[in-house]
C-alpha cells in the first residue's frame, strides 16, 4: 500500500537555512545540505527546498547549494520560490530538483502552470496555495501572504490541476503557526474536488496533529512542516512509529 | 564502469550522482563506443512512450543496446527506460518495444480502484515474488519510490517483485542479464541504492 509521505521544508536565505534549527548532533545547523541530509536519514519521505531569498547572487548561491544535496541526498527533492518562467524550471531542474512549486508566478501568468507540465510533464509541476478566509470566504494570497488576489481558493485550485498541475500544497493561513492542528475545512474541500496528491501544510504542532489529518482526510496524501521538525518539536522517527501503530501507512527507516 | 544511455529524455543528473554516492564511475552517454565499452547498461526514461521510443530508434541506439543485451552484458531500465524493455505498451495507441523482456505496458487506469489517484506516485512497499541477484540486498516490505501511470502486464516470467496499489503492479523485473525497476532506485533512500550496488555486482550473462 502507498504511505502517507511526511515532508519537512526548509526555508532558504543566502545559502542558509532560515527559522531557526535547533539539533544536536548537526556540524552545522543552518547548512541545508548537512540538514537535507539529515532529514532523509532520520525518515523525511521527500524535502521541500524553498528560496526566500531575493538577490541574484542568492539565486546562484541556492543552485549550487541545490547541486550538492542532490548529490548526497536521494530523496525526492521539490523546490519553490522564485518560480517565475520555464526558465525558472529549467534552472533547478538541472541541478537535480524531480519537482518545481509554482504559487505567485502562476498568480501572475496564469499559463505558466500548462507550459510547464507540456514541457516537463504533470508530475513535475507542484501548485502551492497560500489560502486563508476573507469574510467566511477561501482567498488565495499572493506574496507569501501579504497580497489577497481576490480569487477564491478551491476554484483556483481546481483550475490550475485542469491546466496541468500534478500535485497541490495547500497552505492554511489561519492554521500556520497556530500549532492547534491541520484546517481540515478547507484541505477537504481540496480533495473533494481534484484527483491528484493533495499535501497539507500549516498548523502542525505534534504528532497527534499529523495522525488526526490522515485519519480524518484519507484524501490528504502528505503533511507538510518546517519549524516543529527543525525546532525537534516532532522527531520523524517518532511520528512515523505513531502513524504505523494508527493503521497509517507509513515508510519507516 | 557504468553507461548511463542518454538518448535526449529525462534528467539524469540524480542517477549518476546516486551510482557515484555508491562508488561506482558511471557516465552519462550517447557515444556507442562507450557503450560498448561500458561494463552495464542503464537505460533511463520519463516522458511519453512513443516519444522516447523513437528518439531511441533514431539515435540509432537501440541497435547498440540490442548488440550488447545479446552479449550478456547486464542492462537495467528505470520507469520508462524499464518499460521500453517490453514487448509493446498501450500508451495512447500501440508501440512497439524493444523486445528484451515478454510482457506489455498496459495503463494503471481500469486496472485499480477509481478512487486511487494516477499517477501512483509516493512510496510503496516491495512484495518479493522470485529471488534475484538484483534483490539481494532488499527485503521485503522495503519502501521504493514511484511516479507512473502505466506498469508492465503478463511479464510472470521475468517477475521479481510486485507492490500492491489497489491491484498487484509490477515493480521489478529480471531475466538472465535484463533487469527492470518500474520506480526510481535513485530516489529511493538508501534501499534504492541498495538496489543500484547489487546490480553492480551482477554477472554477465554467458
Redesign the interface.
Known amino acids: 500500500?502507498?504511505?502517507k509521505?511526511i515532508i519537512p521544508c526548509l526555508d532558504v536565505k543566502n545559502g542558509r537555512v532560515v527559522k531557526g534549527v535547533n539539533f544536536m548532533n548537526l556540524g552545522d545547523v543552518a547548512s541545508p545540505v548537512e540538514l537535507a541530509k539529515y532529514y532523509?536519514d532520520h525518515g523525511a519521505?521527500e524535502l521541500v527546498f524553498y528560496d526566500i531569498t531575493a538577490s541574484a547572487e542568492g539565486r546562484t548561491l541556492f543552485t549550487d547549494i541545490l547541486t550538492e544535496t542532490?548529490?548526497?541526498v536521494?530523496?525526492?527533492l521539490t523546490v519553490g520560490g522564485g518560480i517565475n518562467t520555464t526558465a525558472d524550471f529549467d534552472r533547478v531542474?538541472?541541478?537535480?530538483a524531480?519537482k518545481v512549486s509554482v504559487n505567485s508566478g502562476a498568480i501572475r501568468d496564469p499559463s505558466l502552470v500548462g507550459q510547464a507540465a507540456r514541457l516537463y510533464?504533470d508530475?513535475c509541476v507542484v501548485l502551492s496555495v497560500d489560502v486563508k478566509r476573507v469574510d467566511g470566504v477561501f482567498r488565495v494570497f499572493a506574496k507569501g501572504g501579504r497580497e489577497n488576489t481576490g480569487m477564491e481558493a478551491i476554484e483556483w485550485i481546481r483550475r490550475c490541476v485542469g491546466e496541468g498541475a500534478?500535485?497541490v500544497v495547500v497552505n492554511s493561513m489561519d492554521t500556520d503557526g497556530v500549532k492547534q492542528g491541520f484546517d481540515l475545512e478547507l484541505l477537504e474541500k481540496v480533495c473533494s474536488v481534484v484527483?491528484?496528491?493533495v499535501i497539507a501544510s500549516g498548523g502542525a504542532g505534534r504528532i497527534a496533529d499529523f495522525i488526526t489529518l490522515f485519519q480524518e482526510l484519507p484524501g490528504v496524501?502528505?503533511g507538510l512542516a518546517a519549524s516543529i521538525f527543525h525546532f525537534g518539536e516532532v522527531r520523524i522517527e517518532d511520528l512515523k512509529k505513531e502513524m504505523q501503530r494508527n493503521g497509517i501507512p507509513a515508510?519507516?527507516? | 564502469m557504468v553507461a548511463i544511455v542518454d538518448y535526449g529524455v529525462g534528467?539524469l543528473?540524480?542517477l549518476r550522482?546516486?551510482f557515484?554516492?555508491i562508488g561506482e564511475e558511471a557516465e552519462v552517454t550517447a557515444d556507442p563506443e562507450r557503450i560498448r565499452q561500458a561494463d552495464r547498461l542503464i537505460l533511463p526514461g520519463?516522458?511519453a512512450f512513443e516519444d522516447a521510443a523513437r528518439k531511441l530508434r533514431q539515435s540509432g541506439l537501440d541497435r547498440v543496446l540490442r548488440g550488447e543485451a545479446e552479449k550478456g552484458k547486464p542492462l537495467m531500465g528505470i520507469c520508462l527506460g524499464m518499460q521500453m524493455l517490453f514487448e509493446r505498451s498501450f500508451e495512447y495507441g500501440e508501440h512497439e518495444g524493444l523486445g528484451f523482456l515478454k510482457g506489455e505496458i498496459r495503463p494503471l487506469a481500469g486496472r485499480i480502484p477509481e478512487k486511487l489517484?494516477?499517477?501512483?506516485?509516493?512510496?510503496?512497499?516491495l512484495e518479493i515474488r522470485r529471488e534475484s541477484p538484483l534483490l539481494k540486498y532488499t527485503r521485503e516490505g522495503d519502501?521504493v519510490?514511484?511516479?507512473h501511470s502505466y506498469s508492465a502486464v503478463g511479464c510472470e516470467d521475468s517477475l521479481l517483485a510486485t507492490?500492491?496499489?489497489g491491484a498487484e503492479i509490477t515493480a521489478c523485473v529480471g531475466k538472465n542479464n535484463i533487469y527492470g525497476c518500474q520506480f526510481h532506485p535513485?530516489?529511493?533512500?538508501?534501499v534504492?541504492?541498495r538496489i543500484l550496488r547489487a546490480f553492480c555486482e551482477t554477472e554477465a550473462a554467458v
Request: with cysteine; net charge negative.
Open positions: 500500500m502507498i504511505t509521505r532523509s519521505d542532490a548529490e548526497t536521494f530523496i525526492p531542474l538541472k541541478c537535480g524531480d510533464g508530475q500534478g500535485e484527483h491528484v496528491p496524501d502528505a515508510r519507516m527507516v | 534528467n543528473f540524480s550522482s546516486s557515484r554516492a520519463v516522458g489517484k494516477i499517477p501512483q506516485m509516493g512510496w510503496n512497499a519502501c519510490y514511484f511516479v507492490v500492491e496499489y535513485e530516489k529511493s533512500g538508501s534504492g541504492l
